[in-house]
């Protein structure tokens, strides 16, 4: 199987020393309008797209993200608009683009249909913020029938058998949470990361994405130190919110400065 | 197996574990612990004490009968759970939780909490303790149950409403579940309801399953035989599971669990999850939940924050699908009347929640027949509601409606 997420990231380390993995919510502020915004991202220094499904219920998300997904919600967002956003972008970029979602979108619309659409649009696969593999097999059958890559999470207080298992099941790359909380921009990057990065290499890890709380070139080159990308989602969000597409191109080639190797 | 003898992750094809991996080490941790204090029987004679000494236990039963007279002249016997310490079945799995959280040696719990009757007890346990708590409200609910929430301050817990989402108990638990993520080392997520993920169903349930045994053998005692029906109010579903346990396996008692349809189950405000909803995901468990086609959760209505909840407990969808308990829909009408009914008769107020289950064994009655026994979980007691009650029938002074 291929992984296109993993051909990304390997692309951007060859070039620029590690991936940028930047997270938008998807019909935010409209549906047009994210498709937009995801287009100038992937134009500006992002690697890999990671763009959320908005949900009703988002445990994961701090309130930058949960504004944005409920103006989107509000917009009257559907799951369909997902998909034909996905094929809008998907036509126009290279990047590799993955979808976040909470787990029962993907239940209500049925796993398989969710997958074959995914794919059909061009999308690389999901992140499951809500789903543990324990409780994944659905999700495993219908990413090896559409060949999707699939994210899961690995969290500082993850056992080393857990830690195993989100490694052997993922593709793409793991999600290793930076610090025990939710999304969010913070003032330091969480030194739980580095120990986690540390601990998924001990185990074989090769693809590792850092995310949580980080919002500024600094900690972008910092995370790219030990970590193959580096996540960001609310610096984004919160730019696009305030100054709408430029801004948020003006922030992601911001970001984008601190990967460590730069093209002329 | 003895249905009685289900212990999780699932209940069928229902429960489990959908939350994120940095709640797992938690889950794994406070199940483990749970596992372990179950057994122990320093934990039990612990728990049993402070329910003699402080909670009230056992609760008595009261035999209803000029209530009754409304049910077709089946008996109807009352489980006083309103007499316990905080005035509602709550304070028997808030006790359980906080002494396992001391066990573990969190210095801090967190709960969420519609009617405030489960914010109330955790507050109440957690100055017990010595415990710091953080209560999650939603701001309707603040509104609604001002009372509750000024009773949680008294007790020095801090009370933050929640104003994102529907700001009722759905996103109230969404609030602490992300506190929890972020505060996990030091924080027990005090859990009010059989629902979220494993172990909280089992062992809410197995807290609260006192009820049940309790008032099976005081039913016995009192009038020789097992009652006919068992009847609660069903929000998350933790009095009816309560009362249910010890006759899950008594093949001749009918269950019968009572939701909220507010304003009607033909209209989009209810809260009817069992009736009217599908199974998904929602708050860490495979369970029915109210939810649109795209899987969005689905705002809930009812005049009883406590049942404002668009889920249900894993172990209710299990065994409304295994026919074992039987699920129907009460509206508010039919609740506010039983209420009013049961205050004039029998001199009990009961909170909106409970009046439900009243509502139900009045159905209940007229269909069994006079020689029918009704047991009904009194679960909780009306004061917190009586600014709702009393705007509802016009009987506040300058407040004509």
């Known amino acids: ?264 | 197996m003895a249905l009685r003898d289900e212990l999780g992750p699932y209940f069928g094809e229902f429960g489990g574990r959908f939350v994120p991996e940095s709640l797992i080490a938690a889950l794994d941790e406070l199940a483990a612990a749970y596992e372990t204090t179950k057994l122990d029987p320093s934990f039990a004679a612990e728990l049993t004490h402070l329910h003699k000494t402080y909670t009230g236990r056992p609760s008595i039963i009261t035999d209803v009968p000029r209530f009754a007279q409304h049910a077709g002249g089946a008996r109807i016997i009352l489980k006083r759970e309103d007499l316990n310490h905080t005035g509602s079945h709550k304070i028997n799995n808030v006790l359980g939780q906080a002494l396992l959280a001391k066990r573990l040696g969190k210095k801090r719990v967190i709960a969420e909490t519609g009617a405030g009757q489960h914010g109330v007890a955790t507050a109440t346990a957690a100055a017990l303790f010595g415990l710091e708590c953080v209560v999650y409200m939603g701001e309707v609910d603040t509104e609604r149950q001002a009372l509750n929430v000024a009773r949680m301050r008294l007790l020095g817990a801090e009370v933050i409403p929640v104003t994102n989402g529907s700001r009722t108990l759905k996103d109230a638990i969404n609030e602490a579940l992300r506190d929890w993520v972020t505060n996990v080392d030091t924080t027990h997520y005090l859990l009010g309801t059989v629902a979220g993920p494993h172990p909280f169903p089992v062992m809410v349930r197995d807290f609260h399953k006192i009820i049940g045994e309790e008032a099976r053998a005081q039913v016995l005692e009192l009038t020789g035989r097992l009652p006919d029906a068992v009847a609660a109010c069903v929000g998350g579903g933790s009095n009816a599971i309560g009362i249910f346990h010890a006759f899950l396996d008594d093949p001749s008692v009918a269950l019968y669990g009572f939701e909220a349809a507010g304003r009607g189950i033909d209209t989009p405000e209810h809260a009817a999850t069992l009736t009217l909803g599908r199974p998904g995901v929602l708050h860490g468990a495979r369970s029915y939940m109210l939810q649109d086609s795209d899987g969005q959760t689905m705002e809930s209505h009812s005049i009883s924050a406590g049942l404002d909840y668009p889920g249900v407990g894993p172990e209710h969808s299990w065994l409304k699908d295994l026919g074992r308990a039987t699920y129907r829909p009460v509206t508010d009408v039919e609740a506010m009347d039983a209420l009013r009914l049961l205050s004039r008769t029998e001199g009990i107020i009961p909170a909106i929640e409970t009046a439900h289950g009243l509502a139900g064994a009045l159905e209940l009655g007229k269909e069994l027949g006079p020689e029918a026994i009704i047991l009904v979980n009194l679960s909780g007691r009306g004061d917190k509601d009586m600014q709702t009650a009393a705007e509802y029938f016009g009987i506040l002074d300058g407040a004509v409606k």
């Not at chain 1, 988002?58 to 996905?86: C, H, K, W, Y």
């Not at chain 1, 659905?138 to 090896?144: C, G, P, V």
């Not at chain 1, 995310?211 to 960001?232: C, K, M, R």
Request: charged share 20%; net charge negative; proline share 4%.
């Open chain 1, 1 to 264: 199987m291929t992984s296109l997420v993993e051909t990304g990231i390997d692309t951007a380390k060859v070039k620029t020393g590690g991936a940028l993995i930047g997270y938008l919510p998807l019909g935010f502020p409209t549906v047009d309008a994210s498709v937009e915004a995801a287009i100038t991202i992937a134009r500006n220094g992002c690697d890999v797209l990671e763009l959320g499904l908005p949900y009703s219920d988002p445990v994961m998300d701090g309130l930058v993200i949960q504004r944005a997904t409920t103006v989107a919600l509000e917009n009257g967002f559907r799951i369909s608009d997902a998909f034909s956003a996905l094929e809008q972008i998907t036509a126009d970029v290279e990047t590799p683009t993955l979808v976040m979602t909470y787990w029962n979108p993907v239940l209500a619309y049925g796993v398989e249909k969710f997958a074959q659409q995914l794919k059909a649009a061009g999308g690389a696969g999901l992140i499951t913020p809500d789903l543990i593999p324990d409780e994944a097999k659905l999700w495993f059958d219908a990413s090896n029938e559409y060949d999707l890559d699939r994210v899961f999470l690995a969290a500082p207080s993850s056992s080393k058998d857990r830690l195993q298992r989100a490694i052997e099941v993922s593709r793409g790359f793991v999600y290793a949470v930076s610090t025990m909380g939710i999304t969010g921009t913070r003032s330091d990057v969480d030194t739980a990361a580095l120990g986690l990065v540390e601990r998924l290499r001990a185990l074989g890890a090769d693809h590792v994405g850092v995310g949580l709380g980080i919002s500024t070139p600094a900690q972008v080159s910092e995370v790219l130190s030990y970590a193959d990308g580096a996540i960001v989602g609310s610096a984004l969000v919160q730019a696009l919110a305030a100054g709408g597409v430029e801004a948020l191109a003006q922030k992601a080639l911001e970001l984008a400065s601190g990967k460590p190797l730069q093209r002329s």
